[in-house]
């Protein structure tokens, strides 16, 4: 071991395939998470247009409730009370649920952005509700919202560490394992913190591509 | 349940340090936060590359490398180059960073849309930079960033539940003590959470508050109903809402 200096690039490289396989977790965690947020979001957005009151506030307050409490502890919660399921499914799931109160946010700002127009013309047109939402409304709601989904995927990728709580080996579990294995955790934990930012930097440049191109 | 409920009672005093503990790391990051999100939101704006550009890099760093690594960095690795910081100090210091790089989109954002008639005004009237800022541009900014603000500040009071795991004794410690204290995990943890909530709660209508003030400053006061102040509303602005947030409560 070399203790002369802080950093050692061998270890810098002999880290690194650890890190990938867990990079490789961190996007399944993502992109699982972001499917279920982007489904139950768009669920949660349309049950709260409907008039009855009895169904929204209780909704409301589930999703404020959600939305305002920590997701380390909502995972470590789940992962406690259901000890059958795999801590990946926990935490795709958990990260998922709490991104669709998030995402229903979105939904609703898109839906509401729909000039009124639109839904008069589809009235005048004697479409049918359902038609009217999926062929009209929908369709024109969902484009406003994409720059939301790629900015929550992006804070979802950074959120996945948090699933070092409920030993899941992903990319920052991984580094710290090699830490805790070496008793070296400078050259593992700074290269996670750059597999980080060269992921979601490029990624962020995308989304706001795609912003000034919907916009 | 009843055995539960007796042992939540005797945790009562415990609480009120864990509260504590977790106001200490909110109140302490947002300082820091709202500090950093000034120098580096006007320093975005600059004319100067030499300024501008370091900001750019700044924010950029702490926004794409998450906070649990940043926090850790912060706790393991910085030690060893010499530096070693109290564990709260390190929460504290984490949490202003990441928080403050995410802020400073907000302000620089919010300063932007202040019409530029406002600058071109304060300049007709020989104002000096910092006279113009202080009190022309700054007061209508103010009320435009609050709302976003205000999401950022239940973003970190969620990201302090990490401190935990670097030794601190916060409502998160609180809740695992009365796990093993109960053996009830439902109750343990629903019991945690609703303090989590409470707090975000409080802030979210403190904040409430304040935005009233500030509009109320620039003659735009809407005296709300009691219904409006204590409910949690989404950003208002929604030219400002699309600058990239993190996982903003209820950002769209």
Known sequence: MNDDSIWDWERAWEVLPDLLAGLWVTIQITVLGMIIASILGLFIALAMRTPSRWLTTPLKFVVDFIRMTPVLVQLVFVYLLLTAVPGYVVGFVVLGVHYATYMSEVYRAGIEAVPKGQWEAATALNMSKGRTWRAVILPQAIRNTLPGLGNYAISMFKETPFLFAISVTEMYKAGQDYGANTFSYVEALTMVGLLFLAVSYPTSLLVRRMEIRLA | ?252
């Open chain 2, 1 to 252: 349940m009843g055995e539960d409920l007796q042992e939540l009672i005797d945790r009562l005093p415990a609480l009120g340090d864990a509260v504590l503990v977790t106001l200490e790391m909110t109140l302490g990051g947002a300082l820091l936060a709202i500090v950093i999100a000034v120098v580096l939101g006007f320093g975005s704006r600059t004319q100067s590359l030499w300024v501008r550009g370091p900001s750019r890099v700044v924010v950029e760093f702490f926004r794409g490398t998450s906070l649990v690594v940043q926090l850790f960095w912060l706790f393991y690795v910085l030690p060893q180059f010499g530096f070693k910081m109290e564990a709260l100090a390190v929460a504290i210091v984490a949490l202003g960073l990441n928080y403050g790089a995410y802020a400073s989109e907000v302000v620089r954002g919010s300063i932007a849309s202040v019409p530029k008639g406002q600058w071109e005004a304060a300049t007709a009237l020989n104002m000096t930079w910092f006279h113009k800022v202080r009190r022309v541009i700054f007061p209508q900014a103010w009320a435009l960033m609050i709302p976003m603000l205000a999401n950022l500040l239940i973003q970190l009071v969620k990201g302090s539940a990490l401190a935990y795991y670097i030794t601190l004794q916060d409502v998160n410690f609180w809740t695992v003590e009365l796990r093993r204290a109960t053996a009830d995990t439902f109750f343990s943890y629903t019991a945690g959470l609703i303090v989590y909530f409470v707090i975000a709660y409080l802030l979210t209508w403190g904040m409430n508050i304040l935005e009233e003030r500030a509009k109320r400053r620039l003659g735009r006061g809407t005296r709300p109903t009691l219904r409006e102040t204590f409910s949690l509303k989404p950003p208002t602005n929604a030219r400002l809402a699309n600058t990239q947030m993190p996982a903003g409560g209820g950002a769209a």
